[in-house]
């Protein structure tokens, strides 16, 4: 595994380059086909990729890809130290094993069930491996110019950068900034705890997914966005890690969306 740009749960990216932000794939292989080839044409796949967590679960069954592009995050993981796959609270709930449910589905049942059709005789083998994978995930990403990104939040009670860098030292279950790092929805927040956060850990602007909007939402210095599983257009971030971003307005122009 290279780790060239992780400490502990925090990713940091340098001054340097770009990288696209790419939110909730929740098992969309089309999608993820899709933002592969468009990352092969970003310099070479020398930007960086950022997947802000929740690349598994979809809806129903039939259509849920999410062993296909596991296999392909964890191959990718283990090969570019520029592909940074993040922790959502669906990769959460499968390694703390606690029951989720999207759209009325239990997906832990789910997720076991498309393992025993791919892995019929070692399905169990497989869990326990994307699980240690699970664990090796980063909560979050703070660039250079000042951009902080994870699958929701922010979180409260969180007070310097080193909280976030030692956020699992706690372990994942009865973690409550980790739990609202994951599952804080933009909805339940005011911009005056953003700005609080942002302060706390250096950052202007900060970027999540976890809650569909149609493409994009700016909220102050919160940009939601929604890359696959959403509420109509599909949008990511064309993250210029050079630029100064001193609010979250400066980010609309990197904004792009997917054919
Ligand atoms: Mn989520």
New binding site residues.
């Given amino acids: 595994m290279i780790m060239k740009y992780v400490k502990g749960d925090l990713v940091t990216l340098p001054r340097r380059g770009r990288a696209m932000v790419i939110t909730?794939l929740h098992g969309n292989l089309d999608d993820f086909i899709k933002i592969m080839t468009l990352w092969g044409k970003c310099f070479n796949r020398k930007c960086h990729l950022v997947l802000t967590?929740?690349f598994i679960h979809a809806m129903g069954r039939e259509n849920d890809h999410s062993i296909e592009i596991l296999e392909e995050v964890l191959y990718f993981r283990n090969k570019y130290d520029n592909f940074h796959p993040l922790l959502?609270?669906?990769e959460w709930a499968t390694l703390t094993k606690i029951l989720i449910f999207k759209g009325g589905v239990n997906q832990n049942v789910n997720f076991e069930q498309i393992l025993k059709r791919n892995f019929p005789y070692n399905w169990e083998e497989k869990l326990e491996e994307y699980i240690n994978f699970f664990q090796t995930l980063p909560v979050a990403v703070k660039t250079a110019n000042q951009v902080f990104i994870s699958?929701?939040g922010p979180p409260k009670a969180v007070y310097n950068l080193d909280d976030i860098i030692n956020l699992t030292k706690n372990g994942y279950i009865n973690n409550q900034p980790l739990y609202e790092l994951l599952w804080s929805r933009y909805t339940d927040i005011n911009q005056k705890d953003v700005d609080n956060f942002l302060d706390k850990v250096g950052c202007r602007a900060m970027v999540v997914?976890?809650t569909s909007v149609n493409g994009y939402k700016l909220k102050g210095n919160l940009l939601v966005l929604s890359s696959s599983f959403g509420k109509g257009k599909k949008a990511y971030l064309q993250l210029d890690l050079q630029k100064e971003i001193i609010k979250g307005k400066d980010l609309e122009s990197m904004v792009k969306y997917f054919k």
């Fill in positions: 909730d967590g929740d959502g609270n669906h699958h929701a997914g976890h």
